[in-house]
DNA sequence: CAGGATTTGTGCGTATGTATA
DNA sequence: ATATACATACGCACAAATCCT
């Protein structure tokens, strides 16, 4: 059974059905199955992804495979070998630390250029993405909460207008997703809402300091939790700083 | 004649001569000959990149071709519309302002992780490369000192340490590379070689908080120079491949 | 607004290079 | 050291979409 939607079905009078939002090309929408494959963590780190076996299973080319297993490879989700193979990425500790780390610059540059720019159509989106995490919490999958996690942190680079900072972090975004997959932070994190709730009420506050402070504390939570997974295999006796 | 090394020859006694450091495939030489002709001008921004073309003008395959364009579309140096082709990106003013004011942004971050592990190593390297800097400025062309000017300003990124940082900067540095050829900012720049000389000095000075600032100001100085080239230059009509 | 030219997108067979068990 | 599995690369053919006259 084929994953991929084909376009040019020659039958008389096939149904146009599948046609819809069709657009894209099959590069795209064999990119796009696999990073969720990847993302919801039913590609475990380390897999190997063999082309020949993805073509028949997506019911493709393996030219086309090739050049999506590319776009991941470059959003830094897969990792090539030169004539060795094609792995999903897995991350070490260093790494998500680094990455908390880098996206903690960008969170503070972001606030800072959009402060000024806050209107009513960004607390009202603002706020409804909140809202979706908030419910996500509570009726949703793990995946899903991680998504609207995601998609609430990912407005602050939509709106700050600097369309250049939203594609890096469009490519960061992935690895910061996928820290979460492997550290599982959010479901650890020991008060989850709460300290979204205050990350929420502090990016509609009037004090933009406040918001470069919180942001900080926000992504330390993270990097705690990252933390406490890596060394989860011995118990810390004690704490690791703050 | 190709521009790329083939690796299987098959004529008896072919010299092994040129089978020296051949580890890379061809998708990476090829991808890496395209960038210098983008990077360094010679493929205009707006210049539509035939893949057949391209194919036989390398020697290589149009797969191959392929693959090494979609590896320059997703550093961002080139965009791809469906069916209709693959062009040379064209960065308007308002762009180029962002990637300097994002550059901004990861530079002082980068500072302020290297500031305490500033050792000898540091100094010396850091030192190499400015040098090497004010030399090109001297003695070769543009293209050059644009190059060593990049390399001067990676070193920062390559000794922060955080290794995320460095690949998002990797990204970046493509596109400031660019809006350097586009914009002809170091040129054009008042006083090029002063300005360098103050940066370096302060990054070997004491005071953090002085060299944040000086970043801001260094950047500054290349987003004048975009600014009055956008105003002084009317927008270049685009070509088709040469 | 046809319709043909151009170029990209896709598929497949095959040969060779490379890593690894 | 050999075998094997796989990635890499090539060439060709055709489909599909865009562009242009």
């Known amino acids: 059974m084929s994953v991929i939607q084909k376009k040019g079905v020659k039958t008389a009078h096939a149904l146009p059905k599948f046609d819809v939002a069709l657009s894209r090309t099959r590069r ?4 796009d199955t696999l990073r969720n ?3 919801s963590g039913q590609l475990a780190p380390g897999t190997q992804l063999v082309e020949a076996k993805l073509a028949s299973r997506f019911g493709v080319s ?3 495979i090739r050049e999506a297993i590319w776009e991941l490879i470059d959003q830094g989700l897969l990792i090539n070998r030169p004539y060795a193979g094609t792995f999903v990425i897995s991350l070490d500790e260093k790494t998500m630390i680094e990455v908390f780390s880098l996206r903690g610059a960008l ?9 000024p720019k806050r209107d009513g159509v960004f607390r009202e989106e603002f706020t409804a993405r909140h809202k979706a995490l908030v419910n996500a919490t509570r009726t949703q999958t793990r995946f899903d909460v991680i998504k609207a996690e995601m998609r609430f942190h990912s407005y602050s680079y939509e709106f700050c207008g600097n369309r250049v900072l939203l594609e890096v972090w469009e490519q960061l975004s992935q690895k910061v997703h996928l820290s979460f ?4 932070a959010i ?3 020991t008060d ?5 709730e205050r990350y929420y009420t502090t990016a509609l506050g009037d004090d933009l300091a406040e918001m470069l402070v919180e942001i900080d504390r926000h992504l330390e939570l993270g990097m705690l939790a990252v933390r406490r997974f890596a060394h989860n295999a011995s118990p810390p006796a004690s704490k690791t700083t703050e």
């Open 28 to 31: 795209a929408q064999v990119a």
């Open 37 to 39: 494959f990847v993302l």
């Open 62 to 64: 393996r030219g086309s």
């Open 107 to 115: 969170e503070r540059y972001a606030f800072t250029l959009l402060w």
């Open 181 to 184: 997959v492997i550290s599982q």
């Open 187 to 189: 479901v650890r994190g």
């Open 192 to 196: 989850f809402l709460g300290e979204s």
